[in-house]
């Protein structure tokens, strides 16, 4: 059973129907009790950092979750905003993030008329192994919408790249916390391999 | 490398899906989720879905269908025809949908606009211009399914657009929709050059070369698809189906 958090922000909607495809029982709940019997976390987010590190706060998720993650250490995987949550913090917003994961969320520098935000299906290559990227189908891509990046401070914390104008971390693993910046419920076949891996670690 | 994103731009009439010519003559192509249920086994790059009478009769959207749509697709979904406010807009996010499309709002509700932006960030919000020659030659943006007539210029309404909150625009040439003669490139490139957020062309797509030429030479980074990925070949039958998978690096 894997539990998306609902704390007012993200594509729920198309996260749970993805899980439900692959045939991976999940659950979506927006009150901070119902996380405490949780055994995996899915967390989304889509929109400003700021807008959710204060959801998050305000309605009372920090504590159970920061629990979950450092003291049970169950898996919890962020997807999209939801990996730059992860972070310290992000140049798009004040708050501190959940700082899980040693790193940073910075903006994508403008260069050589590169639009952002990056958006649109881009290739991946592995940089370190994981769990959760493992028999992607070949020439792994995914859909990715976002104008900040997630920069971690370790390279092994780094298991896939990707490139726009730079290389920069499309997702990461830092013991149980993983993250995607991409879109796994979005993208087709790719998606539904890591979030089945997700689903059975 | 990024891919150049290559989207089927398919038209609602409430629940029927259906093809139309410069904006006219709309014809019935059949039922959206069979439709739909095809492109996701196909794998498209993402899709867009325009109700092009919400907004003329003044109707909200059908959230049954747009449900049953994301039920069925795991790609970016967009939808636009009939938002006007903040809670329709909150509604179709909520189904699965990650964009929005405005169109006459930006024109009209210029707050809404900036309440979805700032709530759910500017790659949720596609602006969509539709633009015709007038008599002289000079393009105009027109709303309301190409019946109103804005006088905008294309290019300045783009650059307040994105000012607007606008994270992608969807520039359609209504005298080019449907005809399969080709993009119109001068259009296209105007505009792309004038603005710093994506750019969807769409109009006039018939063969691959359209294809590869508006985004060589319209610099478009995305193309939207109507006529050529619902029929066979031009005044011929319905077949749904995406000649361009892996077409453009």
């Not at chain 2, 030429?213 to 319905?238: D, F, N, P, R, W």
Request: aromatic content about 8%; charged content about 20%.
């Amino acid at each position: 059973m894997i539990t998306i958090v609902n704390y007012g922000m993200g594509n729920l909607g198309s996260v749970f129907n993805m899980f439900k495809r692959i045939g991976v029982e999940a659950q979506i709940v927006d009150r901070p009790e119902d996380l405490l019997s949780a055994r995996k976390i899915l967390l989304p987010g889509v929109g400003a950092f700021d807008n959710a590190m204060k959801r998050i706060n305000e309605g009372g998720f920090f504590e159970v979750l920061n629990n979950k993650a450092l003291v049970e250490k169950v898996p919890v995987l962020g997807i999209c905003l939801g990996m730059q949550l992860l972070t310290r913090g992000s140049e798009e917003g004040t708050l501190p993030g959940l700082g899980w994961i040693p790193a940073d969320t910075i903006r994508f520098p403008y260069q050589n008329g590169l639009k952002v935000p990056h958006m649109g299906w881009n290739l991946v290559h592995p940089s370190s192994p994981s769990l959760i990227t493992l028999n992607l189908p070949e020439d792994p891509k995914f859909y990715f919408v976002h104008s900040y990046k997630v920069h971690v401070d370790n390279e092994s914390d780094s298991i896939l790249k990707c490139h726009y104008g730079i290389d920069f971390d499309a997702a990461v693993q830092h013991d149980n916390i993983f993250g995607a910046q991409f879109h796994p419920e979005k993208s087709h076949k790719y998606g539904m391999r890591l979030l089945e891996n997700f689903a059975r670690i | 490398m990024l891919k150049t994103r290559i989207i089927p731009a398919l038209l609602l009439r409430d629940v029927s899906l259906v093809k139309t010519v410069k904006f006219r003559k709309p014809s019935y192509i059949g039922d959206p989720i069979n439709t739909v249920r095809i492109f996701n086994e196909l794998e498209v790059d993402e899709l867009i879905f325009l109700d092009i009478e919400a907004t003329m009769k003044n109707r909200k959207p059908n959230l049954r269908i747009l449900n049953e749509i994301a039920n069925e697709c795991f790609m970016p979904l967009a939808y636009g025809g009939g938002i006007s406010d903040f809670e329709t807009a909150c509604d179709i996010f909520k189904i699965g949908f990650e964009k929005v499309v405005l169109n006459a709002a930006f024109h009209t509700h210029p707050k809404v606009i900036e309440q979805i932006a700032r709530h759910f960030g500017n790659q949720a919000v596609v602006a969509s211009v539709d633009v015709k020659k007038n008599f002289w030659g000079n393009y105009e943006v027109f709303t309301h399914s190409g019946s109103k007539n804005s006088k905008k210029n294309p290019v300045e309404w783009c650059k307040q657009l994105e000012e607007m909150g606008a994270g992608e625009i969807l520039l359609t040439s209504i005298d080019k929709e449907g005809t399969w003669s080709g993009f119109d490139v001068e259009l296209t490139r105007k505009v792309s050059e004038a603005v710093g957020i994506p750019l969807i062309a769409h109009g006039g797509a018939g063969s691959k070369d359209h294809i590869t030429q508006i985004v060589h030479e319209g610099k478009a980074s995305a193309v939207a698809l109507g006529s050529i990925v619902v029929y066979q070949q031009k005044g011929m039958g319905v077949l749904v189906n995406f000649p361009c998978n892996n077409l453009l690096t």
